[in-house]
Nanobody, 111 residues
Framework: QVQLVESGGGLVQAGGSLRLSCAAS????????MGWYRQAPGKQRELVAA???????NYADSVKGRFTISRDNAKNTVWLQMNSLKPEDTAVYYC?????WGQGTQVTVSS
């Protein structure tokens, strides 16, 4: 089993920044992928950003140039730096590691 603990969500004005973090513990096998999905009310869950154990990154087109994903393999931790936030970024953000999911953290961007 793998446990994921997220932090860093909150309320921010448009144009502001937030940094999400997610720490994984338990039976973690490598190589693996860690990353973030988000789900807005009435919408499907969508991939925001992902990063492999080797550092390969993938971003949704809607966040390219604004969000940066990073990880520390030794600490089994992944971060999502979110800059130039827009109201449409409002969603619950879920961290994942392989097939395991965090509980989600709310990000709200006011206009």
């Amino acid at each position: 089993q793998v446990q994921l603990v997220e932090s860093g969500g909150g309320l921010v004005q448009a144009g502001g920044s937030l940094r999400l973090s997610c720490a994984a513990s338990g039976s973690i096998f490598r190589p693996n992928a860690m990353g973030w999905y988000r789900q807005a009310p009435g919408k499907q869950r969508e991939l925001v950003a992902a990063i492999t154990s080797f550092g390969s990154k993938n971003y949704a087109d809607s966040v390219k140039g604004r969000f940066t994903i990073s990880r520390d393999n030794a600490k089994n931790t992944v971060w999502l730096q979110m800059n130039s936030l827009k109201p449409e970024d409002t969603a619950v953000y879920y961290c994942y590691c392989s097939n395991y999911w965090g509980q989600g953290t709310q990000v709200t961007v006011s206009s």
